[in-house]
């Protein structure tokens, strides 16, 4: 068996030997051109007047298009249809694509690209949360609504309550591989694009509607990324039509990459949020209600930002079973970049709002944050019985819960695995003794402040747009055993293509070098799902699976026949295929096959169980099943400047039963220190004209490798799944991110032994904010 | 514009080019030799991604001239593996799954090199703080550096029994 083996990346020794290809290194034929945006410098705006002359007269300029040289369709949207391509009258932010330039060379289409003389009629541009509402500048008619219960009503009765606002930045991708596409044009109209992107199905429908020719006439192509973490789900769109339509148009090679700076400023990013909340809750934490109202900065188009939001909505219970909740939900439009997909797609978000409760919760009782997370977690149900060791829920949280298990969205929590990975995770990391000589080291020295906390994570997997959750796949056997394998998603450095490779050599019980990983090619799977909401490997694995098993009933079938035997004694294991006492090699199986006449190619297809819910109402099963984590994050703090760094991590993370135990905890440390970034370093920062300026490593600041935390143990959590996934594992991409909710906690922890006070950190939690916060506490406001 | 003749050497092999004045060694490279191992992450040398050897320093190329190369000798991630045989600094890192996405993996791979070659003993804060211009997103670092820790050992030993 392939599968569950911690096998090497399958492009590994093409890494680093400097050969593995991404968009921009792929040889172009001569005569290439290049492509550069000129940019709106103003936030909100209607064109008065265009004039390019100048950029028309840089050597090497061969054309320059607008809007009006749009042959058929000038929109990038994934979604609303309101995104131009380039600006048609009216400027929505500082950044926005207006003309783009066509020059021999790459230089030459960017200095051109400066020179547009563009003269405004500037109007007033909607640049926060709070002009956004004062304006009632939304997506949608009003405010989204899930409920569960009465919240208000338990909120009111309850003996506690904490009340608080609370500030979330934004945060940009930084795949280190900027946004790329090169655009060939071919006989008869039609295109191939070679895209950075997540999405290649959409650039696909995106360049069609751009060229006026039905889907069938583009192929896009795409090998791997050099990153994508949601940020090329939707914001390659742009970069492939521009290059298509202007190779269309030159009927020549064009090809786009963004610059870093230009990179930052033009495409969107995780959503910055404002979320205000209150809950009631009882002398040992437990709550009774919550009330959230999550605002949501969506930027100046729609692109991805309703399901965004709705899972922000959908993860503001993360790990605690709420009697009574509300959550509102404002999914605000201003005039900044439109923000987009971003590992966790709102999630992250929705969850941080509701450990800051607990947290504050804790605070204010003067209890221990672990015991407050435990006391409110879900029950664990009876029957799951998969997962070792399985210490019992507290009892207190048991009674009672078993009936009512559900989210605030209806959906019943059936595989809760938090308790065990809570116990063992505290044991592994040794949080009691730490915790008391953190304490030690608090009462002793007024300078550096230590902190540490605890943080769980529950993520609902499957795209919540239901229909999302399908794949494809193609694979063929050669004559020689060698098998060619082909699915919908995409690689971007999370090992999707070496999992599904694992599963396809599984299938057919040969050693996983026989089966060759191929380009994703919308020429071979159509109607793909992106590459996003971490299901790669359930859904094409799945579908993967689907296409080898069919091949090898074939097979199977043939053989058997030959041999008289029934076909479940036919075997595929160690590199042969064992009939009766007659055992083939694959390659003779697969040559005895094609002499007779059995077809060894198959297509595989897979949908999504059980997954049904209404999400204007939220109700429903949007989740086909959760993936849990927990980590413990130690930090200090340095009162004096707010300087403060990650002194040591513990992580334990469900995968299920893990398809490469290497590359899964690979994904695990990746996304802390990322999901960590957000938290605490990684800061935006936009002047009041709407400019963006932090658009360079040089001034926004991704975690370094000096910023690794000195002691970061990394365990995965010896589980299963219990649904029906690809060999029982779990989805990983996205989950672990939210682990580094637990650097930001401990750093409130850390800001809390300065004083009484709640230390009401805001995120990033950047030296600036916490020695902020040092300050607001000491002085016990 | 007039472009310049330089002669340079590019990991061992004596190589000729013309390029713009104002053109970068990272674009040289890229463009006009066809070795794309180096990558342009930043072009403000932030990132580490283009990071190559000029006369065995550590630089960006993204920040040098192609006209600067005259005379000097240039290591890039193409040079460092011996023909099939993978350095054993290369290996590790597959070893030791130090990679995802990769697009790091050629600067980081030059970089951590030059060190080795520099201060065969690292400690683990060396590693951390050289490597700190070189920018990882997929990883974490964390094992990243233990592919370099355990590269370091590797070398150290051999040298003893060589000695
Ligand atoms: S590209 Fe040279 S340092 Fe980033
Ligand atoms: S592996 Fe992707 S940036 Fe390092």
Same mark, same amino acid.
């Given at each position: 068996?392939?599968?569950?083996?911690? !096998?090497?990346?399958?492009?590994?020794?093409?890494?680093?030997?400097?050969?593995?290809?991404?968009? *921009?290194?792929?040889?172009?034929?001569? $005569?290439?051109?290049?492509?550069?945006?000129?940019?709106?410098?103003?936030?909100?705006?209607?064109?008065?007047?265009?004039?390019?002359?100048?950029?028309?007269?840089?050597? $090497?300029?061969?054309?320059?298009?607008?809007?009006?040289?749009?042959?058929?369709?000038?929109?990038?949207?994934?979604?609303?249809?309101?995104?131009?391509?380039?600006?048609?009258?009216?400027?929505?932010?500082?950044?926005?694509?207006?003309?783009?330039?066509?020059?021999?060379?790459?230089?030459?289409?960017?200095?051109?690209?400066?020179?547009?003389?563009?003269?405004? *009629?500037?109007?007033?541009?909607?640049?926060?949360?709070?002009?956004?509402?004062?304006? *009632?500048?939304?997506?949608?008619?009003?405010?989204?609504?899930?409920?569960?219960?009465?919240?208000?009503?338990?909120?009111?009765?309850?003996?506690?309550?904490?009340?608080?606002?609370?500030?979330?930045?934004?945060?940009? #991708?930084?795949?280190?591989? $900027?946004?790329?596409?090169?655009?060939?044009?071919?006989?008869?109209?039609?295109?191939?694009?070679?895209?950075?992107?997540?999405?290649?199905?959409?650039?696909?429908?995106?360049?069609?509607?751009?060229?006026?020719?039905?889907?069938?006439?583009?192929?896009?192509?795409?090998?791997?990324?050099?990153?994508?973490?949601?940020?090329?789900?939707?914001?390659?769109?742009?970069?492939?039509?521009?290059?298509?339509?202007?190779?269309?148009?030159?009927?020549?090679?064009?090809?786009?990459?963004?610059?870093?700076?230009?990179?930052?400023?033009?495409?969107?990013?995780?959503?910055?949020?404002?979320?205000?909340?209150?809950?009631?809750?009882?002398?040992?934490?437990?709550?009774?209600?919550?009330?959230?109202?999550?605002?949501?900065?969506?930027?100046?188009?729609?692109?991805?930002?309703?399901?965004?939001? *709705?899972?922000?909505?959908?993860?503001?219970?993360?790990?605690?079973?709420?009697?009574?909740?509300?959550?509102?939900?404002?999914?605000?439009?201003?005039?900044?970049?439109?923000?987009?997909?971003?590992?966790?797609?709102?999630?992250?978000?929705?969850?941080?709002?509701?450990?800051?409760?607990?947290?504050?919760?804790?605070?204010?009782?003067?209890?221990?944050?672990?015991?407050?997370?435990?006391?409110? @977690?879900?029950?664990?149900?009876?029957?799951?019985? !998969?997962?070792?060791?399985?210490?019992?829920?507290?009892?207190?949280?048991?009674?009672?819960?078993?009936?009512?298990?559900?989210?605030?969205?209806?959906?019943?929590?059936?595989?809760?695995?938090?308790?065990?990975?809570?116990?063992?995770?505290?044991?592994?990391?040794?949080?009691?003794?730490?915790?008391?000589?953190?304490?030690?080291?608090?009462?002793?020295?007024?300078?550096?402040?230590?902190?540490?906390?605890?943080?769980?994570?529950?993520?609902?997997?499957?795209?919540?747009?239901?229909?999302?959750?399908?794949?494809?796949?193609?694979? #063929?056997?050669? =004559?020689?055993?060698?098998?060619?394998?082909?699915?919908?998603?995409?690689?971007?450095?999370?090992?999707?293509?070496?999992?599904?490779?694992?599963?396809?050599?599984?299938?057919?019980?040969?050693?996983?070098?026989?089966?060759?990983?191929?380009?994703?090619?919308?020429?071979?799977?159509?109607?793909?799902?992106?590459?996003?909401?971490?299901?790669?490997?359930?859904?094409? $694995?799945?579908?993967?699976?689907?296409?080898?098993?069919?091949?090898?009933?074939?097979?199977?079938?043939?053989?058997?026949?030959?041999?008289?035997?029934?076909?479940?004694?036919?075997?595929?294991?160690?590199?042969?295929?064992?009939?009766?006492?007659?055992?083939?090699?694959?390659?003779?199986?697969?040559?005895?096959?094609?002499?007779?006449?059995?077809?060894?190619?198959?297509?595989?297809?897979?949908?999504?169980?059980?997954?049904?819910?209404?999400?204007?109402?939220?109700?429903?099963?949007?989740?086909?099943?959760?993936? @849990?984590?927990?980590?413990?994050?130690?930090? +200090?703090?340095?009162?004096?400047?707010?300087?403060?760094?990650?002194?040591?991590?513990?992580?334990?993370?469900?995968?299920?039963?893990?398809?490469?135990?290497?590359?899964?905890?690979? =994904?695990?440390?990746?996304?802390?220190?990322?999901?960590?970034?957000?938290?605490?370093?990684?800061?935006?920062?936009?002047?009041?004209?709407?400019?963006?300026?932090?658009?360079?490593?040089?001034?926004?600041?991704?975690?370094?490798?000096?910023?690794?935390?000195?002691?970061?143990?990394?365990?995965?959590?010896?589980?299963?799944?219990?649904?029906?996934?690809?060999?029982?594992?779990?989805?990983?991409?996205?989950?672990?991110?939210?682990?580094?909710?637990?650097?930001?906690?401990?750093?409130?922890?850390?800001?809390?032994?300065?004083?009484?006070?709640?230390?009401?950190?805001?995120?990033?939690?950047?030296?600036? =904010?916490?020695?902020? +916060?040092?300050?607001?506490?000491?002085?016990?406001? | &514009?007039?472009?310049?003749?330089?002669?340079?050497?590019?990991?061992?092999?004596?190589?000729?080019?013309?390029?713009?004045?104002?053109?970068?060694?990272?674009?040289? /490279?890229?463009?006009?030799?066809?070795?794309?191992?180096?990558?342009?992450?930043?072009?403000?040398?932030?990132?580490?991604?283009?990071?190559?050897?000029?006369?065995?320093?550590?630089?960006?190329?993204? /920040?040098?001239?192609?006209?600067?190369?005259?005379?000097?000798?240039?290591?890039?991630?193409?040079?460092?593996?011996?023909?099939?045989?993978?350095?054993? /600094?290369?290996?590790?890192?597959?070893?030791?799954?130090?990679?995802?996405?990769?697009?790091?993996?050629?600067?980081? /791979?030059?970089?951590?090199?030059?060190?080795?070659?520099?201060?065969?003993?690292?400690?683990?804060?060396?590693?951390?703080?050289?490597?700190?211009?070189?920018?990882?997103?997929?990883?974490?670092?964390?094992?990243?550096?233990?592919?370099? &820790?355990?590269?370091?050992?590797?070398?150290?030993?051999?040298?003893?029994?060589?000695?």
């Amino acid at each position: 068996m392939s599968v569950s083996k911690s !096998l090497a990346h399958d492009a590994a020794r093409l890494h680093v030997t400097g050969t593995a290809r991404y968009v *921009d290194d792929i040889p172009v034929p001569q $005569g290439c051109l290049h492509v550069a945006f000129g940019m709106s410098e103003i936030a909100h705006g209607t064109i008065v007047a265009m004039n390019l002359e100048e950029v028309k007269s840089v050597p $090497g300029v061969v054309m320059v298009l607008t809007a009006d040289d749009m042959p058929f369709a000038n929109d990038v949207s994934p979604s609303a249809h309101d995104e131009p391509l380039l600006a048609t009258g009216t400027v929505h932010y500082v950044g926005q694509p207006m003309f783009a330039v066509v020059a021999t060379s790459h230089l030459a289409a960017r200095k051109a690209a400066r020179l547009g003389a563009v003269r405004y *009629d500037e109007l007033t541009a909607i640049l926060t949360i709070d002009e956004a509402m004062a304006a *009632d500048s939304r997506f949608e008619e009003g405010p989204r609504v899930y409920q569960k219960g009465d919240a208000a009503a338990a909120i009111g009765k309850a003996s506690h309550r904490v009340v608080g606002t609370f500030e979330i930045g934004a945060q940009e #991708h930084f795949y280190l591989e $900027g946004q790329a596409a090169l655009a060939l044009p071919q006989e008869g109209g039609d295109m191939v694009v070679h895209s950075s992107t997540q999405h290649p199905s959409e650039i696909q429908h995106k360049v069609a509607e751009a060229l006026g020719v039905p889907m069938h006439a583009v192929r896009v192509e795409i090998r791997r990324m050099g990153g994508g973490f949601g940020g090329k789900e939707s914001q390659g769109n742009a970069l492939a039509v521009i290059c298509a339509v202007a190779a269309q148009a030159t009927q020549l090679p064009c090809k786009m990459r963004y610059d870093r700076d230009d990179d930052m400023i033009i495409t969107g990013k995780r959503h910055d949020f404002r979320i205000e909340y209150r809950a009631g809750f009882d002398d040992e934490g437990r709550i009774a209600g919550v009330e959230f109202v999550q605002y949501a900065r969506c930027g100046w188009a729609q692109d991805l930002s309703l399901p965004v939001a *709705d899972r922000a909505m959908l993860h503001s219970d993360n790990a605690y079973l709420l009697g009574h909740a509300r959550i509102e939900s404002h999914r605000l439009k201003t005039n900044t970049v439109s923000n987009t997909a971003y590992r966790g797609f709102g999630g992250p978000q929705g969850m941080i709002g509701i450990e800051r409760v607990v947290d504050h919760i804790a605070h204010k009782l003067g209890l221990d944050p672990v015991d407050v997370r435990q006391r409110n @977690y879900y029950a664990e149900m009876d029957g799951g019985g !998969l997962s070792a060791p399985r210490p019992a829920a507290p009892p207190e949280s048991l009674s009672g819960k078993m009936k009512n298990n559900t989210t605030p969205y209806g959906q019943e929590v059936e595989d809760f695995e938090l308790h065990g990975i809570t116990e063992a995770l505290l044991r592994s990391s040794d949080y009691e003794r730490r915790k008391a000589a953190i304490a030690e080291w608090n009462a002793e020295n007024e300078v550096i402040k230590k902190g540490i906390a605890f943080a769980p994570v529950k993520f609902g997997i499957s795209f919540t747009l239901t229909f999302l959750n399908q794949a494809g796949a193609l694979v #063929h056997v050669y =004559q020689d055993g060698s098998v060619h394998m082909n699915h919908g998603g995409t690689e971007m450095g999370q090992g999707l293509f070496q999992k599904v490779a694992q599963v396809a050599a599984s299938r057919f019980g040969i050693p996983v070098e026989m089966v060759k990983i191929t380009a994703t090619d919308t020429g071979k799977v159509p109607n793909t799902s992106a590459t996003a909401a971490s299901s790669g490997s359930d859904l094409n $694995g799945m579908a993967v699976k689907a296409a080898c098993d069919t091949i090898r009933e074939r097979i199977a079938e043939f053989l058997a026949k030959r041999h008289q035997l029934e076909v479940g004694k036919v075997r595929f294991a160690d590199g042969n295929v064992v009939v009766g006492s007659k055992v083939y090699s694959f390659a003779e199986a697969a040559a005895e096959a094609y002499m007779g006449r059995v077809s060894l190619s198959a297509t595989g297809f897979y949908k999504t169980p059980k997954v049904e819910w209404d999400r204007i109402k939220g109700v429903g099963r949007p989740f086909f099943y959760f993936a @849990y984590g927990a980590s413990v994050t130690e930090v +200090a703090i340095d009162t004096l400047t707010g300087e403060n760094r990650i002194l040591r991590c513990d992580i334990l993370h469900d995968a299920g039963e893990s398809l490469n135990p290497a590359l899964d905890i690979g =994904q695990v440390e990746g996304a802390y220190v990322q999901g960590a970034g957000w938290l605490t370093t990684e800061e935006l920062v936009w002047d009041d004209a709407g400019r963006l300026r932090t658009h360079a490593p040089s001034t926004y600041k991704i975690p370094a490798c000096s910023d690794r935390p000195d002691v970061f143990n990394v365990a995965l959590w010896d589980g299963s799944n219990r649904e029906e996934t690809i060999y029982r594992s779990k989805a990983v991409g996205e989950p672990p991110f939210m682990l580094g909710i637990s650097a930001f906690l401990a750093l409130s922890d850390a800001v809390s032994a300065c004083g009484d006070a709640y230390p009401a950190l805001n995120a990033p939690a950047t030296a600036e =904010q916490v020695w902020t +916060a040092v300050r607001r506490v000491r002085n016990g406001v | &514009m007039s472009k310049i003749h330089v002669t340079t050497s590019v990991n061992g092999d004596a190589v000729e080019f013309l390029c713009d004045p104002r053109e970068t060694l990272l674009d040289v /490279l890229r463009d006009r030799l066809g070795l794309t191992g180096a990558k342009e992450g930043c072009g403000t040398g932030d990132c580490g991604a283009c990071t190559i050897t000029l006369d065995g320093r550590v630089v960006c190329s993204c /920040l040098v001239l192609g006209a600067e190369a005259e005379g000097r000798e240039v290591g890039t991630i193409e040079g460092i593996a011996n023909g099939e045989e993978l350095h054993p /600094l290369q290996r590790k890192f597959i070893e030791h799954a130090a990679l995802q996405c990769g697009i790091c993996t050629p600067g980081i /791979l030059v970089a951590t090199k030059a060190l080795l070659e520099k201060n065969p003993d690292p400690t683990e804060t060396e590693v951390r703080y050289w490597l700190a211009g070189n920018l990882c997103r997929c990883t974490g670092y964390d094992k990243i550096i233990r592919a370099v &820790m355990d590269t370091a050992a590797e070398l150290r030993s051999e040298s003893k029994e060589l000695s």
